[in-house]
């Protein structure tokens, strides 16, 4: 198994609740997150692209950092760990993303990756006036592949001309070509039918969220459609971990944070999710207060949950969050990850370097 940590760039990360941790995203948290996820030997980093949250007292995702730049920065303060930064196609123009991407590809030495979304709250974009009106949500994933065509053109020949239904480009220059020419990884987190087959076509990764039944139809459908196209296809699966020393103690901090729901921003998201008729999101991947499933227990269950996943499943990485991403990261780092690796749950183990 791969993996990685979903990094805090939006406040209060993936719990809507004022009883869990409360902080702003700031360059200095993510810095000393993913230091520390390159310490213990992990494989990736990724922070999410935001442009709107959903209010209320705790005003969840109200506030966020730029994906591109955040990742910049932490690629010239990291050595060995990949670096992911997410984009959204309908905010940036394909030749401007694929420039972006090969100079931090550049200052990461070939470290770097992107997550392409495809975009579900049609809020974070109407704001800026970038919403082409509510069919865009099944043609979205259309859209990215074309905008995904024009990056990879690029990436491959340092210059392209293309006359596409979105994009026009005529002998446009991108140079210099990405460190690892035509190859950055991209990941996408498509889950309905046709972001599946958006995934498995032109991407390297696929993450999912959902219940242990969804992750594991989600898992095996992206290696069926995978196996049809003569295509691979990692699937990774997010998680939110709450541990504790016992498996009582865990769900008792995990009951405390569903009682102190900030029931005006969760309405907030149920608004906004529920304008995506054409995705998963609504039933999958956003059911409750905790934006990412959570894995709540004792290290030792834990582990067993995450062997479960590698014996019986498709699911072929992980990626964390936390409530506290300082304090459940040594956590995570001190008694969970020396349980992983004792059990052989993981592929390779990056040369760890003492802190
Ligand atoms: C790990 C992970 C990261 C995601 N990152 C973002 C993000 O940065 N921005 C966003 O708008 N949606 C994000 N999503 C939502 C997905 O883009 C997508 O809408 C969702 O997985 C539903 O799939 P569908 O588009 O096929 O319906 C993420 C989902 C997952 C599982």
Request: hydrophobic letters at 40%.
């Amino acid at each position: 198994m791969d993996f990685g940590i979903f990094l805090p760039i939006a406040n209060n990360g993936w719990i809507i609740s004022k009883n869990s941790p409360q902080y702003m995203p700031t360059f200095e948290l993510n810095k000393e997150v993913t230091i520390k996820a390159e310490n213990m030997g992990l494989d990736f980093v990724l922070s999410m692209v935001k442009f709107r949250g959903y209010g209320g007292e705790t005003e969840h995702w109200d506030y966020a950092m730029d994906s591109f730049n955040m990742m910049a920065g932490l690629a010239a303060v990291t050595e060995r760990i990949g670096i992911f930064a997410t984009v959204q196609p309908l905010t940036l123009h394909p030749a401007m993303a694929a420039r972006m991407a090969a100079t931090i590809d550049d200052i990461s030495n070939g470290r770097f990756g992107m997550n392409v979304v495809a975009g579900w709250n049609k809020y974070e974009y109407s704001q800026m006036g970038l919403w082409p009106g509510d069919e865009f949500y099944n043609d979205r994933y259309n859209y990215a592949e074309e905008w995904l065509t024009v990056v990879k053109g690029l990436w491959d020949n340092g210059r392209l001309t293309h006359k596409g239904k979105y994009f026009d480009l005529d002998d446009c220059l991108c140079q210099p070509a990405p460190v690892n020419k035509s190859n950055p990884p991209i990941v996408c987190a498509g889950m309905s039918e046709k972001g599946l087959r958006f995934t498995v076509k032109h991407c390297n990764v696929n993450f999912v969220a959902g219940d242990l039944e969804q992750i594991t139809s989600v898992s095996a459908k992206g290696k069926q459609i995978a196996a049809e196209m003569g295509k691979e296809i990692k699937t990774y699966a997010l998680y939110t971990l709450i541990a504790a020393d016992t498996d009582e103690e865990a769900q008792s901090i995990y009951q405390h944070f569903i009682d102190g729901t900030d029931q005006d921003s969760f309405s907030g998201l149920q608004t906004a999710r529920s304008n995506d008729k054409a995705g998963s999101t609504t039933e999958k991947l956003l059911g409750d207060i905790y934006l990412a499933p959570t894995l709540t227990g004792a290290p030792e269950t834990i582990v067993d949950f995450i062997e479960h996943l590698s014996t019986n499943t498709e699911v072929d990485g992980l990626l964390f969050a936390f409530p506290d991403f300082i304090k459940d990261t040594d956590y995570f780092e001190e008694k969970i990850l020396p349980l992983i690796e004792a059990r052989g749950l993981r592929n390779k183990v990056i040369q760890k370097i003492e802190a």
